[in-house]
């Protein structure tokens, strides 16, 4: 079975109140995060039709703060289809409600794995691409699932070589002493 992105995107537009701000009156990276994990948790299911769980969360960078009072955008939508697993792409935008003005806020990637009613994983339907775009998406993660590897077996404490590292000490805020 296949199925088209478009079936299982998701939105949610809600309002930052006071409660959701940190120490110095921007709203907490923690609320947006889980806010993301709620959206890809959706979206996950709505595609597969199975509860799903999260995997792993593929970089957040916060780009632009967001303020209380200003309305946040999480969309999120399926880049890609493994056997039991997904990729979903989310975008974090917030819009003051006086200016109008819209910024991107965030962008990341949850992978979410969907699960049986014995919490087993469980076959997802793939992914219809039916537009230049959905293949950029789907090409680009299967690109991070290899970037990822790589990484973390090249810094696995049994096969790391740290004499191969030395050289990015250099002049980094940091003092060698072995």
């Not at 780009?63 to 989310?90: D, F, H, R």
Request: charged share 20%; with cysteine; net charge positive.
């Amino acid at each position: 079975m296949f199925k088209h992105a478009s079936e299982s995107q998701v939105s949610i537009t809600q309002l930052m109140l006071p409660s959701h701000s940190n120490f110095s009156g921007k709203i907490h990276g923690g609320h947006i995060l889980s806010l993301m994990d709620q959206i890809a948790f959706a979206c996950a299911s709505k595609h597969s039709r199975h509860y799903c769980v999260t995997a792993s969360v593929n970089r957040v960078d916060f780009l632009n703060p967001i303020e209380v009072g200003e309305l946040v955008t999480l969309k999120a939508s399926v880049n890609y289809t493994g056997k039991t697993s997904m990729v979903v792409g989310l975008r974090v935008e917030s819009q003051n409600i006086q200016s109008g003005e819209i910024k991107h806020c965030n962008s990341s990637y949850f992978t979410m794995v969907a699960k049986d009613e014995s919490g087993k994983n469980v076959k997802v339907p793939g992914l219809i691409l039916d537009d230049i775009q959905a293949v950029r998406r789907f090409a680009r993660s299967i690109a991070r699932q290899e970037q990822a590897k790589t990484r973390s077996s090249k810094f696995k404490s049994s096969e790391f070589k740290f004499e191969e590292h030395l050289e990015f000490l250099e002049n980094q805020n940091a003092k060698l002493k072995l």
